[in-house]
Nanobody, 122 residues
Framework: QVQLVESGGGLVQAGDSLRLSCATSERTFSRYAMGWFRQAPGKEREFVAAITRSGAGTSYADSVKGRFTISRDNAKITVYLQMNSLKPEDTAVYYC???????????????WGQGTQVTVSS
């Protein structure tokens, strides 16, 4: 069982930046492709970004492309989501996910964190 713990959420103003982190105790972290998803109140969970096991490949939702950056540090067994130029519509609970295979935008990741709240005020 892979445990994922997100952190870094908070309340910010439009235009601000936040960096989310997703830490795990899983020493085989480099075997897992990672993804970030978000869910706003009353809406379905949606894909935000994904990164391959090595970190060489990434994928982004059109809504965040150019503003968000996913990265990973396999030595620190942590994946990050740098969020710049935040907008009120980015307000959501952000979830980290992991899978042994490449899932990309597919929400069928095997492991999920509990989520961290990001609120962007206008």
């Amino acid at each position: 069982q892979v445990q994922l713990v997100e952190s870094g959420g908070g309340l910010v103003q439009a235009g601000d930046s936040l960096r989310l982190s997703c830490a795990t105790s899983e020493r085989t972290f480099s075997r897992y492709a990672m993804g970030w998803f978000r869910q706003a109140p009353g809406k379905e969970r949606e894909f935000v970004a994904a990164i391959t096991r090595s970190g060489a490949g990434t994928s982004y939702a059109d809504s965040v492309k150019g503003r968000f950056t996913i990265s990973r540090d396999n030595a620190k067994i942590t994946v990050y989501l740098q969020m710049n130029s935040l907008k009120p519509e980015d307000t959501a609970v952000y979830y980290c996910a992991a899978d042994e295979g490449w899932r990309g935008t597919d929400a069928g990741y095997r492991y999920w964190g509990q989520g961290t709240q990001v609120t962007v005020s206008s």
